[in-house]
């Protein structure tokens, strides 16, 4: 096994909620790898690149795994649930129902509706969590084994500097200028004589619903403002237990009968009317119309004289700007990280001019470290008008990388390192006390050397 790829090996070895596999039969299909009483079939290895290359259509740069990999990452995971089992670790029932109705709820976003999904798999959602459940099973297992084994794995300083030194020079990467920005994000409040003039409106769609001059679909692609669900005729499936969704929104929901239109409910987001579709338990499908009451200039403007006083408060030093966003913005998502703008592809906290918005740019053209923006209005990923306070913390020179600017993400590679060293010292100990067979399709497959040294001393013994 090669250090730099087991972690990702174990990534690559998630469990999704399959449907290529309904759609698409493997021709003779036959075990190609086993561990203990764990089998793998070869269609288990072709779902899953399938899966792996459905979930990144349309991205840039994506490296498809081989089935050398996959194979390998999947005769780990069963390795590591084996110990598990022998460790006596568990998963409830209830971790499981919930995980798969996860998975479920992203696989009906993905494809626009619970009918979609189904008639795509060939089954039911019941079904098909019904099949994917020993998978899910055996991935939470693995899992837990997995951070068993590295719990206690920590990085020292001392050890960040030595991996440092032993990195060629030449393979340090080079970082082009970057920032480290936070916001505070205040919401203008339409004016109540708006808000109630976009309820009536709402009001009167509710009533054609219910006469039937109009179908709530058609009513969703002329007015609704949610552009999640607006060609999906505004559908939504909630789980009553998910707490990502509004609370206003999921209790007007869960209030309704099959077929009922609420009556209009007000949400962080705006305004809604709910029709519930069907539900059973605790899962309910939804349409939603949903409208959004403009501001006006003044209260742009008497949200802007807020900021600005707010700004004048972290100027003095009277609140720290990780106070003023946990008191001040209306931005849920910055409560959780002090305002922090974090990049969507890793999450780091570094980002070069070209991630920001250009708005955020013009911002911090004149903005020293350390130093507070103006309030700035601004149009949010909703079309909403914002103002917002832009907060510089950092700002770094076109540089190759050092421990004095750099020193998390190199700690943060140091550590990975040190975690693939402890995996792979764990599984040359371990492989050896498992049976093991692999097809010989997959003799040419460098990376499953230890596993082959192992299958070859069961086929030694049984001779």
């Not at 909630?238 to 929104?249: E, V």
């Amino acid at each position: 096994m090669k250090k730099a790829f087991l972690l990702a090996l174990l990534a690559a070895g998630v469990t999704t909620v399959s449907v290529t596999a309904q759609t698409k039969k493997v021709v003779a299909d036959k075990i190609v790898g086993q561990v203990g009483d764990k089998i793998i079939l070869h269609s288990d290895i072709v779902n899953a690149i399938s899966d792996i290359k459905r979930q990144t259509q349309g991205q840039e740069g994506v490296i498809l795994p081989t089935e050398c990999q996959v194979l390998e990452g999947q005769l780990i995971r069963k390795a590591l649930m084996l110990q598990a089992q022998k460790d006596s670790l568990t998963v409830s029932d209830e971790e499981i129902e919930g995980d798969l109705d996860n998975r479920i709820r992203r696989a009906i976003q993905q494809y626009g509706s619970k009918d979609v999904l189904e008639e795509i798999a060939g089954k039911t959602v019941y079904q098909i969590k019904e099949d994917a459940k020993d998978a899910v099973r055996e991935q939470k297992l693995s899992e837990q084994m997995q951070s068993k084994i590295l719990e206690n794995i920590k990085i020292t300083p001392n050890e960040v500097k030595a991996y440092y030194s032993r990195t060629p020079k030449d393979s340090l990467p080079f970082y082009e200028s970057e920032v480290e920005v936070s916001q505070i994000v205040f919401h203008p409040k339409a004016n109540r004589d708006v808000e109630e003039y976009v309820s009536k409106q709402m009001y009167d769609y509710k009533k054609r619903i219910e006469t039937g001059a109009q179908k709530f679909e058609q009513l969703v692609k002329l007015y609704s403002e949610d552009p999640g669900s607006k060609e999906t005729g505004g559908q939504y499936t909630l789980n009553r237990n998910d707490k990502n969704w509004d609370p206003a929104f999921m209790a007007a929901s869960f209030r309704l009968k099959e077929g009922q239109v609420s009556p209009v409910v007000k949400s962080k987001f705006g305004l809604h009317i709910i029709q519930m579709v069907s539900r059973s338990g605790d899962e309910a499908v939804v349409r939603h119309i949903l409208r959004i009451p403009p501001v006006t200039d003044d209260e742009i403007k008497e949200t802007t004289q807020r900021a600005d006083s707010v700004r004048t408060k972290l100027i003095s030093g009277a609140i720290g700007f990780g106070e003023g966003v946990s008191k001040y913005s209306d931005d849920e998502n910055s409560k959780f990280n002090a305002g922090s703008i974090t990049s969507p592809m890793d999450g780091s906290t570094f980002l070069t001019i070209d991630q920001l918005d250009k708005d955020m740019v013009v911002a911090l053209k004149d903005l020293k470290p350390g130093e507070y923006s103006k309030p700035q209005v601004i149009t949010d990923e909703r079309g909403r008008k914002v103002v917002r306070i832009v907060y510089l913390k950092t700002r770094t020179e076109p540089h190759r990388e050092n421990l004095k600017e750099d020193y998390d993400r190199v700690a943060k590679r140091a550590l990975e390192e040190k975690k693939n060293s402890t995996l792979e010292k764990w599984f040359k100990e371990h492989i050896p006390t498992y049976y093991v067979n692999i097809d010989k399709q997959f003799a040419g497959c460098s990376g499953l050397d230890e596993w082959r040294k192992a299958a070859e001393t069961v086929h030694t013994s049984k001779n």
